[in-house]
């Protein structure tokens, strides 16, 4: 069984310039978290999804982040305009309900900003 | 929510057992505490989880002291591929629920 998909695997972007990662979560899986790792730190939660509804984003900075979870499977994290306080992993990750039930990771998407 | 207070680091000598402790103290009733790992430049792994009684699977062992403040992981035999960040996560929400909520962890290195 395929685990959690994301993409692209590394991105070096200019200040400014916006950047887009894509996740596709588990088969099944209907919650779905975007989690934000700076370097030697413990992920972050960012944002989570019950389906194709936000039940979680407090942590999400709006000015220039935006998640989208269309049909309730796969879903984009956006950052427009990127800063160089962005440059981090981006963790996709996701679980089939959200009683009493495992939360698998991605690879994650490394995120550099110059 | 209940936080976990871990050493930063440890070694071990592979073939022997890694035993990481965590401490949470300000753990309620129906919070479960949960391990995961992470290997360089790789997600998150889960490995184990439990709630009151000790556990075991086919990566490791759990084991939570009566008064649940604290709990140790156990590696049984490490091997250099266990060389990973471990953390130790107090599961917010209700029960077994919610988000999880990562802390430092512990920098396990298992040496030769």
Known sequence: EAGVVQSPRYKIIEKKQPVAFWCNPISGH?????????????????IRYENEEAVDDSQLPKDRF????????????????????????????????ITGNTIYFGEGSWLTVV | DAKTTQPPSMDCAEGRAANLPCNHSTISGNEYVYWYRQIHSQGPQYIIH????????????????????????????????????YYCIVRAGSGNTGKLIFGQGTTLQVKP
């Open chain 2, 50 to 85: 439990g709630l009151k009684n000790n556990e075991t699977n086919e990566m490791a062992s759990l084991i939570i002291t009566e008064d649940r403040k604290s709990s140790t992981l156990i590696l049984p035999h490490a091997t250099l591929r266990d060389t990973a960040v």
């Open chain 1, 30 to 46: 209907n919650t779905l978290y975007w989690y934000r790792q700076n370097l030697g730190q413990g992920p972050e939660l960012l």
């Open chain 1, 66 to 97: 935006s998640a989208e979870r269309l049909k309730g499977v796969d879903s984009t994290l956006k950052i427009q305009p990127a800063e160089l306080g962005d440059s981090a992993v981006y963790l996709c990750a996701s679980s089939f309900g």
